[in-house]
């Protein structure tokens, strides 16, 4: 019968040496300085999709812009191809003309 109380006694002894060395502070200043560790990086990755997402709608914008120009662009192509074609058959009448006189 002696030998299962002095199981328990070293089983109790062994409990109680192990909680008097575990300090437990150290490690809750390392889990503190874990948890604004990661409330800092949660708000960077916050701010880095805020830029994201207004890098994202300038684009949008940019590309909006780009094809009205493109629009223009050919608007102004076409003007100006009518344009040439309309001088192009001025200067074959100047040239007919001309031609008339001279052959008279």
């Known amino acids: ?3 299962p109380i002095i199981v328990k006694l070293a089983a109790v002894a ?3 040496a192990l909680a008097g060395c575990t ?3 150290p490690l809750q200043a390392q889990v503190d300085s874990l948890k ?3 409330a800092s990086l949660q708000s ?3 701010a880095a999709k805020s830029s994201a997402d207004a890098a ?3 684009a949008a914008k940019a590309g909006t812009a780009a094809g009205a120009a493109q629009n223009t662009a050919n608007q102004a192509l076409s003007a100006a191809q009518a344009s040439q074609s309309c001088c ?3 200067n074959e009448k100047i040239d007919r003309m001309f031609k ?3 052959s008279k």
């Open 100 to 102: 008339r006189s001279i």
């Open 23 to 25: 300090d437990l502070k």
């Open 1 to 3: 019968m002696k030998t």
């Open 14 to 16: 062994a409990v109680a």
């Open 88 to 90: 192009d058959a001025t």
């Open 36 to 38: 604004s560790q990661v």
């Open 56 to 58: 994202g709608a300038a």
């Open 44 to 46: 960077q990755v916050a």
